[in-house]
């Protein structure tokens, strides 16, 4: 029997057994020794239907919030919310340096809209170097985190969705096919 061609989910699924870490290679980890029983529970590590939706929404709440150690930052808060952690942790990785300017001028822009305010988006020139970057930070950020704050907020709403709505019909097709086959 022919086997079929590697599709991208394949190869992305292939990708994440390679590079994600197991479980068994966190319980070596010396750092993680004293939280360990709490880290590696095993709920905390399975598929289910409820906890990769969780596990995708906490991933993009740290990937757009936090811009280092996200996925520190999201296995951590995985705990709590009984999430997918992998999955979790995967997802971070929609913020890489090239999605990450356009999320920021993305939500300054929406930021600025909601705030209706002009504030402008280059800093002053360089002969006010110190006090032009204060200005242009004290200007820009409001909108910033406003922006970055609604964008989160969706995201991981959307992501939230379309994970649940893909493993329902991940599943419906799992069972059409068993039903074919009998």
Same mark, same amino acid.
């Given at each position: 029997?022919?086997?079929?061609?590697?599709?991208?989910?394949?190869?992305?699924?292939?990708?994440?057994?390679?590079?994600?870490?197991?479980?068994?290679?966190?319980?070596?980890?010396?750092?993680?020794?004293?939280?360990?029983?709490?880290?590696?529970?095993?709920?905390?590590?399975?598929?289910?239907?409820?906890?990769?939706?969780?596990?995708?929404?906490?991933?993009?709440? &740290? /990937?757009?919030?936090?811009?280092? @150690?996200?996925?520190? =930052?999201?296995?951590?808060? *995985? #705990?709590?919310?009984? %999430?997918?952690?992998?999955?979790?942790?995967?997802?971070?990785?929609?913020?890489?340096?090239?999605?990450?300017?356009?999320?920021?001028?993305?939500?300054?822009?929406?930021?600025?809209?909601?705030?209706?305010?002009?504030?402008?988006?280059?800093?002053?020139?360089?002969?006010?170097?110190?006090?032009?970057?204060?200005?242009?930070?004290?200007? &820009? /950020?409001?909108?910033?985190?406003? @922006?970055?704050?609604? =964008?989160?907020?969706?995201? *991981? #709403?959307?992501?939230? %969705?379309?994970?649940?709505?893909?493993?329902?019909?991940?599943?419906?097709?799992?069972?059409?096919?068993?039903?074919?086959?009998?």
């Amino acid at each position: 029997m022919a086997s079929r061609p590697m599709t991208a989910w394949d190869r992305f699924a292939a990708w994440s057994r390679r590079n994600l870490p197991t479980r068994e290679s966190m319980e070596k980890s010396r750092l993680l020794r004293p939280v360990a029983h709490r880290v590696l529970a095993p709920e905390l590590w399975r598929f289910t239907r409820r906890s990769v939706p969780r596990g995708v929404a906490l991933g993009m709440v &740290a /990937g757009i919030l936090f811009p280092v @150690g996200q996925i520190a =930052i999201a296995a951590l808060i *995985a #705990l709590p919310f009984r %999430a997918n952690v992998p999955v979790a942790a995967l997802t971070t990785f929609i913020t890489n340096p090239l999605t990450t300017p356009f999320i920021l001028f993305a939500a300054y822009q929406i930021g600025a809209w909601l705030l209706r305010t002009n504030a402008p988006a280059v800093a002053q020139p360089v002969t006010e170097a110190a006090t032009g970057w204060l200005q242009w930070l004290w200007n &820009a /950020g409001p909108p910033l985190v406003l @922006g970055l704050l609604l =964008i989160t907020t969706v995201c *991981a #709403l959307l992501g939230y %969705a379309l994970a649940a709505l893909g493993w329902r019909s991940w599943i419906a097709r799992k069972w059409r096919h068993r039903h074919q086959h009998d």
